[in-house]
């Protein structure tokens, strides 16, 4: 295609597109605005139609005929409709979490529409000399990381070194400092507040990839032409593509270099130092943006390995699918339900479907209490029990019983705590060896595993630490490497 068609074929298809064009767009940005940016970047099911509700009746909405809203519909009614239309429409993004519980957030396209629409406001002034400067560096930049040429890039680090000694031997003489003005220091402030809000976008896009390869999963293992190996096959080739793309390859390094402890600490130096410096010159900030950054970029990029855990777990499940265990008529049905439920999906409509189950059923509980007026039967008792050979303070299995250690999951959670005072994250293995290693076997060792997911944690799979769990049998057990963070 070309640019042309590109740009006409985004301007029929896109959901940004699509908020924009829309009747009542003031209302949509305005609520997603106040429900989600600023606040919280993840709202419940029940929380997002309450507030919806008591925003629709302070706007004081009683029709709209675009969402199906008549005047006789309940506010309760009206934001349920909103929130699924605004869903169908890839104005909001939905997932159930373990429990089944669904929770809304922005799509990466509402999100760069807002972003985009903020960018549209008229400064006081253009940063320009801030602009070109950070252009000029780019370029520079560029042309240095990609030139392969050995000598040149000598040169250039040679220039470099040239250009720090000059510096330090003129603040060694007593020359002024270079420092930035308030003309210099407010737009570069402002265009890295912009670049960081874009990259949760970016995060919600590659978050967005995973979830289309997962729905193309289930698409393809709906057909019943194709088998488990072409099912693999799309799944392997899907990830490879996304992982050797630009955008694949740019995530994945961002990532581990994001998960980077000396590179956090460093961070959160840096903006502490950046907020005060600009209080003290009384440069007034109403973005805090930054401040938060971090802990919002870690979430994004742990929704996407949801993302990409819950499409593992479709493919484990297609994988054990035992054929044999379904009959034809079994199979038939099921393929055609699918089939029905593909094509609602297709054409984005809510149909009237429900379910009815059979009535007046036979329940019958086998130590249930019957109604009777009859007596019970007397039961007498001639016999004399013998006494027994040992004392029950002799029982093995008694023993066993209350010789059981149990492991105190808060005294674990105040160990994890404690190490997170000093520390922005740590690792499950450093937070076990700090306190003395596992004293009570392997329950010990899960009640820490356990415990540490309900902090902010990260499974790296693919590293394996090994932890003693029986000091005196010299016991261990290979584990993924935790991560747990503030």
């Known amino acids: 295609m070309t640019d042309i068609e590109i740009i006409l074929d985004l ?135 990609s030139n392969e040429d050995v ?114 600490e460093e961070w959160n130096r840096l903006v502490v130092e950046l907020y005060q410096t600009l209080e003290d010159k009384d440069i007034e900030v109403n973005d805090h943006f930054l401040k938060g950054m971090k802990k919002l970029l870690h979430f994004a990029g742990q929704k996407v390995y949801k993302a990409n855990d819950k499409m593992a777990d479709k493919l484990s499940r297609i994988i054990r699918e035992n054929e044999q265990s379904k009959t034809e008529l079994t199979k038939s049905v099921i393929q055609n339900i699918k089939k029905i439920l593909i094509e609602i999906s297709q054409k984005k409509t809510t149909p009237n479907i429900s379910l009815e189950l059979e009535t007046d059923l036979d329940i019958n509980i086998p130590f249930e209490r019957v109604l009777t007026f009859d007596q019970k039967e007397e039961v007498v008792y001639n016999k004399k029990p013998q006494k027994a050979d040992f004392d029950i303070s002799q029982s093995a299995q008694l023993q066993k019983l209350f010789l059981r250690t149990s492991v105190d999951t808060k005294l674990i959670e105040r160990h994890i705590l404690s190490v997170l005072k000093t520390k922005s994250q740590t690792t499950l293995t450093e937070v076990i060896e700090l306190n003395g290693g596992i004293e009570k076997g392997l329950p010990e060792l899960f009640g820490y595993i356990g415990v540490a997911q309900k902090f902010k944690h990260t499974f790296l799979s693919d590293k394996q630490k090994q932890i003693v769990f029986d000091k005196e049998n010299r016991k261990t057990i290979l584990i993924p490497e935790v991560i747990i963070a503030k």
Request: without cysteine.
């Open 11 to 145: 301007l029929n298809t896109s959901p940004s597109v699509s908020i924009l064009a829309s009747r009542n767009r003031e209302l949509i940005i305005s609520f997603l605005l106040k429900t989600f940016y600023n606040k919280q970047s993840v709202v419940s099911s029940e929380s997002i139609h309450l507030q919806l509700a008591d925003y629709l009746q302070f706007k004081q909405v009683e029709m709209d005929e675009d969402n199906d809203i008549t005047i006789f519909d309940t506010y309760e009614i009206k934001a349920k409709k909103y929130i699924q239309n605004w869903t169908n429409s890839g104005f909001l993004t939905n997932y159930p979490d373990e429990r089944g519980e669904i929770f809304y957030e922005l799509s990466s396209h509402s999100s760069k529409t807002i972003d985009w629409i903020a960018s549209l406001k008229k400064e006081e002034y253009i940063g320009a000399e801030s602009k070109f400067k950070n252009i000029f560096n780019q370029l520079k930049e560029l042309v240095e990381f």
């Open 151 to 264: 000598k040149s890039r000598i040169q250039i680090l040679q220039d470099k070194k040239l250009e720090i000694e000059q510096q330090i031997k003129r603040l060694e003489a007593g020359d002024d400092i270079k420092v930035f003005e308030d003309y210099e220091i407010v737009p570069r402030f402002k265009q890295i507040t912009q670049s960081a809000k874009e990259l949760i976008s970016d995060f919600k896009e590659v978050e967005d990839n995973f979830k289309g390869i997962t729905k193309e999963i289930y698409l393809r293992h709906a057909e019943e032409d194709n088998t488990k190996s072409h099912i693999l096959q799309y799944t392997f080739d899907a990830l490879d593509d996304l992982k050797i793309s630009q955008q694949g390859k740019s995530f994945y390094a961002f990532w581990s270099f994001l998960l980077n402890p000396s590179l956090q």
